[in-house]
Nanobody, 114 residues
């Protein structure tokens, strides 16, 4: 199982970023995918979840209305569109599937700074 996150970077408050996670080594289309984040000194926290077919999504309260999770099963990729970014969104973002809970990528750093 391999998960490769990308798309992070430096953005001003109120800005947007789109993260991608390319998955391989398992049948991506069969499984729920999740985005997590971990800020310095804090525990990793769940941000968003998308079901295998993409029809069902769930969000942590702190990102509802600002972030959108989506997936392209033909490309084995899950996305996280992040709008109206805040300082508190600054973290390393990871994707994961509960099917292989111990498999993590290197993450992608999101920095929010003016």
């Amino acid at each position: 199982v391999q998960l490769v996150e990308s798309g992070g970077g430096l953005v001003q408050p109120g800005g947007s970023l789109r993260l991608s996670c390319a998955a391989s080594g398992f049948t991506f289309s069969r499984y729920t995918m999740r985005w997590y984040r971990q800020a310095p000194g804090k525990e990793r926290e769940l941000v968003a979840t998308i079901a295998s077919a993409g029809g069902s999504t769930n969000y942590a309260d702190f990102v509802k209305g600002r972030f959108t999770i989506s997936r392209d099963n033909a490309k084995n990729t899950v996305y996280l569109q992040m709008n109206s970014l805040k300082f508190e969104d600054m973290a390393v973002y990871y994707c994961n599937t509960p099917r292989y809970p111990s498999s993590w990528g290197q993450g992608t750093q999101v920095t929010v700074s003016s």
